[in-house]
């Protein structure tokens, strides 16, 4: 009994856990100016948000039908692989595609890299 | 090492017929019993010992969920802030790690912790181009990527 008050406990702290944190990375999307400062909110909160909500089905799964669930665990294997090439894919493919970065008083490295290089070109 | 991996496997499926039943969980169990026994007996079998690296995989994977967890919290607070002061910029982040699943491994890790994404490769593979949320100081940023990440994976390989 006392162990699946527990076990419901952890549920419940999880799916909130994991909602909040879409929540806010939503939000995040809304605030954040700039394509980059936006990709930051958009990637990741939701990373560890979908896990924990990924890893409260699991629980509650095993807890109430004595049931392991494979997929539940290799849907996770597959969101932490996944999300970062995406999100790395994204941010190359607006830089490439000349959307400028949000600053405000650092220099974009990468722009000086790839301006050097079309200057060695060019020689 | 794959000898040792090997035998590890016949142990386990030696204490399956020993204790004649054939579940996952006695495998597991003999293959437990295998991984005590190849501590005892490691020095005298070829190749370093395979429980090592697989405990550096684990110590990275930990390391790995502490950041997630630690710079998740940092991004929620950069959303609920009144004001945005962060400071973005693109840093370049010159690395060691020199085989391309290694610089695969870095860069997905550095994307996944919030605070930093990485945006490119340059071309020779020495060094990454990160789009950071939020830099106090360049040096600091590379730093704390250096010896935490890069030296994780390094021991991984090594």
């Given at each position: 009994m006392l162990i699946s008050i527990i076990m419901n406990l952890i549920i419940i702290l999880l799916l909130l856990f994991g909602t909040f944190f879409i929540f806010s990375s939503a939000l995040g999307i809304i605030r954040f100016p700039g394509v980059f400062t936006r990709l930051h909110a958009a990637t990741k909160a939701p990373t560890l948000g979908i896990i924990s909500i990924l890893l409260a089905a699991f629980l509650f799964l095993y807890g109430s039908h004595e049931l392991v669930s494979g997929k539940l665990l290799l849907a996770i294997l597959f969101i932490f692989l996944s999300s970062p090439v995406g999100g790395h894919m994204l941010s190359r493919a607006a830089h490439k595609s000349g959307v400028k970065p949000y600053l405000?008083?650092?220099?974009?490295e990468y722009e000086e890299y790839l301006s050097s290089k079309q200057e060695q070109l060019n020689k | 090492m794959t000898f040792q991996i090997v035998l590890n496997m016949i142990i386990a499926l030696i204490w399956m017929f020993l204790s004649e039943s054939y579940t996952l969980i006695t495998f597991l169990f003999g293959y437990i019993i295998g991984i005590l026994l190849l501590t005892l007996l490691h020095r005298f079998l070829p190749g370093k010992f395979y429980i090592k690296p697989v405990y550096k995989i684990i110590v990275l994977c930990l390391i790995f969920i502490r950041e997630l967890i630690l710079s998740n919290l940092e991004i929620v607070k950069f959303v609920y802030r009144k004001k945005n002061n962060f400071e973005p910029g693109i840093f370049a982040l010159p690395i060691e790690v020199k085989k391309d699943w290694e610089i695969t491994l870095l860069a997905n890790l550095i994307t996944l912790t919030p605070g930093t994404l990485t945006v490119a490769v340059s071309e020779d593979n020495t060094k990454l181009f990160i789009h950071a949320m939020h830099i106090d100081d360049i040096e600091d940023s590379i730093n704390d990527i250096k010896n935490t990440f890069e030296k994780a994976i390094m021991e991984v390989t090594k």
């Open positions: 405000r008083h650092r220099e974009d | -």
